[in-house]
């Protein structure tokens, strides 16, 4: 018998990182992961459907691309960790090309070099970073590495 269901592949890696952070102990931290992880997703899939990217994949990496620094708790090298532990999760769950695996994986690798060009979806997810960091609170001002994606974006989206 063949099956009509669909696997909404979203909802699949968001119960992963839920699990996570529903695992994490300080509560300042959680919430923070939170409204972090899932700002980001937000963004990615704002910024992803201006620029006609992928939003299911940008989304995807937006929710995994801080990942290993909220389960470990260390921030240390935390793209290029992330990277790693979201290609695990994403093998695990099998609901994705090994095509879209390296993709998202990617974007997650790149996304702390803010300075450099990178391919398209690396870029969606850098800048809906700088966007979370930048409007969780609008009174405090920009990084210094992010003033200059923060303007464009601003431009961008005629703010």
């Not at 300080?26 to 899932?38: I, M, P």
């Amino acid at each position: 018998m063949e099956s009509n269901i669909v696997v909404n592949r979203i909802e699949k890696v968001r119960e992963y990182v839920d699990d996570v952070l529903l695992n994490m102990t300080d509560d300042v931290e959680r919430r923070c992961a939170y409204v972090h992880l899932y700002g980001v997703a937000q963004a990615c899939t704002m910024i992803a459907q201006k620029r006609k990217e992928n939003a299911e994949l940008a989304v995807v990496a937006g929710m995994l691309h801080d990942i290993s620094s909220y389960q470990t708790m260390d921030r240390r090298d935390h793209a290029h960790r992330s990277a790693a532990m979201a290609k695990e999760i994403l093998e695990k769950l099998g609901l994705f090309t090994d095509a879209e695996i390296d993709t998202m994986c990617d974007a997650i690798y790149r996304h702390s070099d803010k300075a450099e060009k990178h391919p398209s979806l690396a870029e969606v997810l850098i800048d809906a970073d700088v966007f979370q960091h930048c409007l969780y609170n609008p009174l405090i001002a920009p990084a210094e590495h992010e003033k200059e994606r923060f303007e464009a974006l601003k431009r961008e989206f005629g703010l």
